[in-house]
């Protein structure tokens, strides 16, 4: 029935997500969920929510998680903008912020820039909502120089850290990148910022160029409950809300409005679950590198990892026969490499026992 496809769905590349089996017995090291249980706090609000309650639609404006996220992350509640996911959050930055602008000579104003090694759901947007790009190559070393970034750039967007790399760019290069660019948006997406890196989101109450994304998958343990975040100046949040009350106004849920807002403010909760991560990926590094493998360093919940001798893609094949699920990206520059998902202790150390086996 394609017949009746419109010309931008003809021309899409869609995204393709992790791959979600149901296996038995599967090691799933390969879409970077948080490998424990989230917040008690955060469940127990759910379990709060009366079921008379869900006859009513949800507040439109998410007061109390807006509050909440403000409230955390050291913010007004009038600078934070929640979504389903950060990624309809992005789709909304891009629809709203990063599209082409004419110019009064009927021009459009450059391109938005980001790197070629990157969340791949960046060009599939660009293609859905018809905005211009150009790719800024990353080092050899997988680092992103923002001076390579070109004068002509309307906007740049970026991963910090970047994903699929696990690399992070320090919040002092980006204050002073915004600073030169004061006309230019400056969108960081720090869906895995928790985990090591450092977040830019002090910088959004003096710099209105700066606008930043985070996730309640990743750190918080909630990618089942779907709930992200942006956090700017009112101006640019305006943007999205015109955006959201154009195709859904309820974008967050009863249950994932009170899960989301009681997940953010457990802080013992968040440093207790962050910091078992990061030592298990302490561990899973020492372990790679054990074996021979060169792993770019992460501040992030996986790695980024190659081995000289044994190619890329039958790696990630030989761990699937063995239950071990990880990520390989049959891409330009980054064949031979898997993102391998930072699991429990036992996942880990189950990984590199298989690796074992397979590369001795």
């Given at each position: 029935?394609?017949?009746?496809?419109?010309?931008?769905?003809?021309?899409?590349?869609?995204?393709?997500?992790?791959?979600?089996?149901?296996?038995?017995?599967?090691?799933?090291?390969?879409?970077?969920?948080?490998?424990?249980?989230?917040?008690?706090?955060?469940?127990?609000?759910?379990?709060?929510?009366?079921?008379?309650?869900?006859?009513?639609?949800?507040?439109?404006?998410?007061?109390?998680?807006?509050?909440?996220?403000?409230?955390?992350?050291?913010?007004?509640?009038?600078?934070?903008?929640?979504?389903?996911?950060?990624?309809?959050?992005?789709?909304?930055?891009?629809?709203?912020?990063?599209?082409?602008?004419?110019?009064?000579?009927?021009?459009?104003?450059?391109?938005?820039?980001?790197?070629?090694?990157?969340?791949?759901?960046?060009?599939?947007?660009?293609?859905?909502?018809?905005?211009d790009?150009?790719?800024?190559?990353?080092?050899?070393?997988?680092?992103?120089?923002?001076?390579r970034?070109?004068?002509?750039?309307?906007?740049?967007?970026?991963?910090?850290?970047?994903?699929?790399?696990?690399?992070?760019?320090?919040?002092?290069?980006?204050?002073?990148?915004?600073?030169?660019?004061?006309?230019?948006?400056v969108?960081?997406?720090?869906?895995y910022?928790?985990?090591?890196?450092?977040?830019?989101?002090?910088?959004?109450?003096?710099?209105?160029?700066?606008?930043?994304?985070?996730?309640?998958?990743?750190?918080?343990?909630?990618?089942?409950?779907?709930?992200?975040?942006?956090?700017?100046?009112?101006?640019?949040?305006?943007?999205?809300?015109?955006?959201?009350?154009s195709?859904?106004?309820?974008?967050?849920?009863?249950?994932?409005a009170?899960?989301?807002?009681?997940?953010?403010?457990?802080?013992?909760?968040?440093?207790?679950?962050?910091?078992?991560?990061?030592?298990?990926?302490?561990?899973?590094?020492?372990?790679?590198?054990?074996?021979?493998?060169?792993?770019?360093?992460?501040?992030?919940?996986?790695?980024?990892?190659?081995?000289?001798?044994?190619?890329?893609?039958?790696?990630?094949?030989?761990?699937?026969?063995r239950?071990?699920?990880?990520?390989?990206f049959?891409?330009?520059?980054?064949?031979?490499?898997?993102?391998?998902?930072?699991?429990?202790?036992?996942?880990?150390?189950?990984?590199?026992?298989?690796?074992?086996?397979?590369v001795?």
């Amino acid at each position: 029935m394609s017949e009746f496809w419109s010309k931008v769905v003809r021309g899409l590349s869609p995204y393709t997500p992790g791959e979600q089996p149901k296996i038995d017995g599967l090691i799933k090291l390969n879409t970077n969920e948080n490998p424990y249980p989230p917040s008690a706090k955060a469940y127990s609000a759910i379990q709060a929510i009366s079921a008379d309650s869900l006859r009513l639609y949800p507040d439109p404006e998410s007061t109390d998680l807006c509050r909440a996220i403000g409230t955390a992350c050291g913010v007004p509640a009038d600078h934070v903008f929640v979504g389903n996911g950060s990624d309809e959050v992005l789709a909304f930055v891009f629809q709203g912020l990063l599209a082409s602008r004419p110019t009064v000579m009927g021009q459009h104003d450059g391109p938005l820039v980001f790197p070629d090694i990157t969340y791949s759901f960046y060009p599939t947007y660009c293609g859905l909502y018809g905005v211009d790009y150009q790719l800024v190559p990353l080092e050899s070393d997988f680092s992103l120089d923002l001076n390579r970034i070109p004068e002509s750039a309307r906007a740049v967007i970026f991963p910090n850290p970047n994903a699929p790399t696990g690399r992070g760019l320090a919040r002092d290069a980006i204050e002073a990148f915004a600073t030169a660019r004061p006309n230019r948006l400056v969108v960081v997406d720090e869906a895995y910022v928790d985990f090591g890196a450092e977040s830019c989101v002090p910088l959004t109450l003096h710099h209105k160029n700066i606008l930043v994304t985070q996730s309640f998958s990743k750190s918080r343990a909630l990618a089942g409950l779907r709930v992200g975040f942006a956090i700017g100046h009112p101006e640019l949040l305006d943007a999205l809300n015109r955006i959201k009350n154009s195709f859904n106004s309820y974008p967050i849920d009863r249950l994932a409005a009170a899960g989301a807002a009681a997940s953010i403010l457990d802080t013992e909760w968040f440093e207790a679950n962050r910091g078992k991560v990061m030592k298990s990926r302490a561990t899973l590094v020492a372990g790679l590198e054990a074996l021979g493998f060169e792993v770019v360093p992460s501040q992030a919940n996986f790695v980024f990892t190659r081995h000289p001798k044994v190619e890329g893609a039958m790696l990630a094949q030989q761990l699937r026969e063995r239950k071990i699920l990880v990520r390989h990206f049959a891409k330009p520059r980054i064949d031979q490499y898997l993102r391998i998902t930072v699991g429990t202790d036992a996942q880990v150390a189950a990984l590199i026992e298989a690796l074992g086996d397979i590369v001795r």
